[in-house]
């Protein structure tokens, strides 16, 4: 089975501040792993992902993610945070084929000006 | 990339009541799946929507109360029966496209209040 853990509900960071939001995960074989943003009453928005290749990915909006395998993380960094990224963050796995996401509890993130 | 509809976007609904959810894919995808998200919590699977055949239901759903219809490759059905309070939540459509290391996409999701 796959599960995704991000240990923290809430993180405040003030604005243009670096900003890291944490995310485990377990999977069997090798994992597909996501980031999601939703802002209030809205959908979810694809952020980046990581399939295989560089540890370092990048995506929307200027965040990027760090895959580490050893202690099976995928923390979402943001070298400068905006008060437009507040919103809740979910990070999500999945195993290869045309399989479901799994997703984490999700993280609100408050970027305070 | 897909673009996802979901209609209605919002509804509120009386006990006893059933509510469909049509969800729109602006091109052909290869899997459709619907999400439930209560109210403060993270998206849990319902089901897999597959194309010309029954849907796949994950643990503690059921057909009886979540019936879903995917008749061809753009377009899926989700049905809330009988609703209770507790249906109370907002209802996301998903799909991947053709390839097996894609993200999904999702729609706008369908926000569901039963009194």
């Known amino acids: 089975a796959q599960s995704v853990a991000q240990p923290e509900d809430q993180v405040n960071v003030a604005e243009g501040n670096p900003l890291t939001v944490k995310c485990t995960y377990s999977?069997?074989?090798?994992?597909?792993l996501f980031w999601y943003v939703q802002y209030p009453n809205r959908g979810l928005q694809f952020l980046l992902k990581?399939?295989?290749?560089?540890?370092l990915v990048k995506g929307s909006y200027g965040f990027e993610a760090e895959f580490n395998k050893s202690q099976t993380s995928f923390h979402l960094k943001k070298p400068s945070a905006l008060v437009s990224d507040s919103a809740l963050y979910f990070c999500?796995?999945?195993?290869?084929?045309?399989?479901?996401?799994?997703f984490g509890k999700g993280t609100r993130l408050s970027v305070i000006a | 990339s897909a673009v996802i509809s979901q209609k209605p976007s919002r509804d509120i609904c009386q006990r006893g009541t059933s509510l469909t959810i049509q969800c729109q894919v602006d091109?052909?995808?290869?899997?459709m799946f619907w999400y439930r998200q209560q109210p403060g919590q993270s998206l849990t699977l319902i089901a897999t929507?597959?194309?010309?055949?029954?849907?796949?239901?994950e643990s503690g759903f059921v057909i009886d109360k979540f019936p879903i219809s995917r008749p061809n490759l753009t377009f899926s059905t989700l049905t809330v029966s009988n609703m209770s309070p507790e249906d109370s939540s907002i209802y996301l459509c998903?799909?991947?496209?053709?390839?097996?290391?894609?993200?999904?996409?999702f729609g706008e999701g369908s926000r569901l209040t039963v009194l």
């Open positions: 998903s799909a991947a496209g053709t390839g097996n290391t894609g993200e999904l996409f």
């Open positions: 999977v069997s074989g090798n994992p597909y």
């Open positions: 990581y399939i295989t290749g560089d540890n």
């Open positions: 999500a796995v999945r195993r290869s084929g045309n399989t479901p996401l799994v």
């Open positions: 091109s052909q995808v290869t899997m």
């Open positions: 929507a597959n194309q010309g055949s029954e849907a796949t239901y």
